[in-house]
């Protein structure tokens, strides 16, 4: 086994980040805004860079790519979770916060691919990492920088590989249009049926996915955002067994993001949304953003799924009818594989929405073994309101 530091220390343009490094690192991500065919987004971290790491792991770590002048040219994020994984209990590795200036130097950034191979190559032999063998990354598809950076990058050098494991849709909902629903869904808050229950079925694995919740991972996350399970939107079938939850969860304490360009998806909302009492999206200004999160179902078949997504959003707008116009959410964010078609599929019942596809990479060196993630159209239970 080998220390963190140690590995560090065999790079002099790598360093590993502290608290103290706090504001230059903000400094440094004010600068980057993030740029899909979509629009542009940036994120701000105030007060804390670091508080987002501890959200998304038991351990984070964040390292500093140094040009000459000890200018921070780019950074990078790893955290540690403990999930299940092809049915067992182990440790999950998590690459983050990917971010480079355009005046980074080049020996810097030749070090910063040295290091991540070595990183990803060593991991499961480094003592902070918790003997960790399984690493995600996840991408935006329009993100044309990172996957320059990172996925057509893999050369007789480089070795590290991102390899697809899921695809998915980041599906923001703006609001929907007061069309009458033929039937409306019966749903439950989670205090009718208790956490107990919550937790057996979001450990669970009806989808029968490579990824699922524990329960440690569960309440490590209720101690971090603070939300109680009587919060959760919870779908019974006639026996009373659960078949489907939800919690809506915000992501503002750690991190606010603010539209830099707007797409025109969203811009041509702005002239009739408070209409129907929807607050209005400005560029630059923080966006309030829900995450229906913790969010399985037992079916995996696309119209059904998409016919409780609907009686999600229907009990989440119903609730937000008691707060003021301002005080509501501008999106609430959710996330289906890929090949059901959310987006469209909520566009056809009157929702205003627009779709960002992303992938899940795993990131290994090896060549194919035990490690091996399987690719499927499951959803994982990956929570992107920390990721």
Request: charged residues 25%; positive net charge.
């Amino acid at each position: 086994m080998m220390r963190l530091a140690d590995l560090v220390s065999q790079f002099d343009r790598v360093e590993l980040a502290t608290v103290a490094d706090n504001q230059r690192i903000l400094s440094f991500i004010d600068d980057i805004a993030m740029q899909t065919k979509e629009g542009g987004l940036g994120i701000d971290r105030n007060p804390s860079f670091f508080s987002l790491g501890k959200a998304q792991g038991d351990h984070s770590f964040t390292f500093l790519f140094l040009n000459p002048n000890n200018s921070i040219g780019g950074i990078g994020c790893i955290s540690i979770t403990c999930m299940q994984v092809k049915g067992k209990k182990q440790w999950l590795g998590y690459c983050s916060d990917l971010k480079f200036t355009r005046k980074i130097d080049p020996e810097t950034r030749r070090q910063f691919y040295k290091f991540f191979e070595r990183l990803i190559n060593e991991f499961s032999n480094i003592e902070e990492l918790q003997s960790c063998r399984y690493i995600l990354a996840s991408i935006f598809d329009g993100n044309i920088a990172a996957k320059k950076a990172l996925i057509a990058k893999k050369t007789k050098k480089n070795q590290v590989e991102h390899r697809p494991l899921y695809s998915y849709e980041n599906v923001n909902i703006l609001m929907r249009l007061p069309f009458p629903r033929l039937k409306k869904q019966s749903f439950v808050k989670g205090s009718a049926v208790g956490k107990e229950r919550i937790i057996e079925f979001l450990t669970s694995n009806p989808e029968n996915a490579e990824i699922v919740w524990t329960r440690q991972e569960i309440e490590r996350r209720q101690k971090i955002a603070n939300f109680s399970f009587d919060d959760f939107i919870v779908k019974l079938d006639n026996d009373d067994t659960i078949v489907a939850c939800g919690l809506l969860l915000s992501d503002s304490p750690f991190r606010k993001m603010r539209i830099h360009r707007m797409p025109k998806s969203i811009k041509l909302t702005q002239y009739f949304t408070p209409v129907f009492g929807r607050p209005t999206i400005k560029e630059k200004a923080p966006l309030k953003i829900a995450y229906l999160s913790f969010l399985k179902m037992k079916t995996q078949e696309a119209d059904e799924r998409s016919h409780l997504i609907d009686g999600f959003l229907a009990e989440i707008y119903s609730e937000e009818k008691q707060k003021a116009r301002n005080e509501r959410f501008h999106i609430v964010n959710i996330q289906e594989p890929k090949q059901n078609h959310l987006g469209k599929s909520l566009t056809r019942k009157g929702y205003l929405c627009n779709s960002l596809p992303s992938t899940i990479y795993q990131v290994t060196t090896r060549e194919p073994d035990a490690t091996a993630l399987v690719p499927g159209q499951q959803r994982l239970d990956f929570d992107v309101v920390f990721h």
